[in-house]
């Protein structure tokens, strides 16, 4: 259902080729998957796709959705995915996507702990 909320945003995206270089990442669910679509010449040939199935659904548990838009279309797309969905974000296709273990694993190495107050009785 929260999918079917955002199709009219995503087909935007598809629309404009912006997944021909910068993928559709879906993460949270178990593996990182990573969606391009394939235009032109290359979706006539399909010459070198992958289009195996995958063992289970990517959206389930808690996952996250980040779409990639042209930089012009960010602005609008980010409050029509807002608005429907909070799993469900945009970027440009000039953005990263954010490593959510990356920024985890950051914020526990720079933790420290003083022992001295720790051990005080």
Same mark, same amino acid.
């Given at each position: 259902?929260?999918?079917?909320?955002?199709?009219?945003? #995503?087909?935007?995206?598809?629309?404009?080729?912006?997944?021909?270089?910068?993928?559709?990442? *879906?993460?949270?669910?178990?593996?990182?998957?990573?969606?391009?679509?394939? =235009?032109?010449?290359?979706?006539? $040939?399909?010459?070198? @796709?992958?289009?195996?199935? @995958?063992?289970?659904?990517?959206?389930?548990?808690?996952?996250?959705?980040?779409?990639?838009?042209?930089?012009?279309?960010?602005?609008?797309?980010?409050?029509?995915? #807002?608005?429907?969905?909070?799993? *469900?974000?945009?970027?440009?296709?000039?953005?990263?996507?954010?490593?959510?273990?990356?920024? $985890?694993?950051?914020?526990?190495?720079? @933790?420290?702990?003083?022992?001295?107050? =720790? @051990?005080?009785?």
């Amino acid at each position: 259902m929260e999918l079917a909320k955002v199709a009219g945003t #995503a087909c935007a995206s598809i629309a404009s080729e912006a997944p021909k270089d910068a993928p559709i990442v *879906i993460s949270g669910g178990g593996p990182r998957v990573r969606v391009y679509c394939v =235009f032109d010449e290359d979706a006539i $040939t399909q010459d070198g @796709l992958n289009e195996d199935a @995958l063992p289970k659904s990517p959206a389930q548990g808690d996952w996250r959705m980040s779409i990639p838009f042209l930089p012009d279309d960010v602005a609008w797309s980010s409050a029509s995915l #807002a608005a429907a969905s909070c799993r *469900i974000s945009a970027r440009s296709v000039d953005d990263e996507v954010e490593d959510q273990e990356a920024d $985890t694993a950051a914020a526990k190495s720079s @933790l420290s702990i003083n022992l001295a107050e =720790f @051990l005080k009785s």
